[in-house]
């Protein structure tokens, strides 16, 4: 089922899943992707851009964290390690 969500933008949008559509391409997160991985994708809210928030989505579906195969769950670490220093280094620009 779609959902309708409004942009920071203030553009509005329906998606199926809002995860697809910003790990895909479709919807670009503001100030761009911060890190993508071949499983992860890391970027801003799109919705609510908070200085320091950072959203680390999965680029597959899973219902809960023990379906994350071995090497989702050995690189998950490693990125939330690095979302910080990464989103810190690149928006420390926006207000």
């Known amino acids: 089922m779609p959902r309708h969500i409004t942009l920071a ?3 509005a949008i329906e998606v199926e899943c809002l995860s697809c559509a910003l790990t895909s391409g479709l ?7 911060i890190y993508e991985s071949s499983n992860f994708h890391v970027h801003q809210d799109v919705a609510y ?14 219902y809960s964290m023990d379906e ?5 769950s ?7 390690l690095m979302a910080s220093p990464l ?3 690149r928006y420390t620009k926006f207000p």
């Open 9 to 11: 933008d203030g553009r």
């Open 68 to 72: 994350l195969c071995p090497t989702d």
């Open 27 to 33: 919807i670009k997160p503001t100030g761009g992707t």
């Open 87 to 89: 989103f810190v280094r």
């Open 49 to 62: 851009p908070i200085k320091g928030l950072v959203i680390l989505a999965s680029k597959r579906h899973f």
């Open 74 to 80: 050995d690189v998950l670490p490693r990125l939330t």
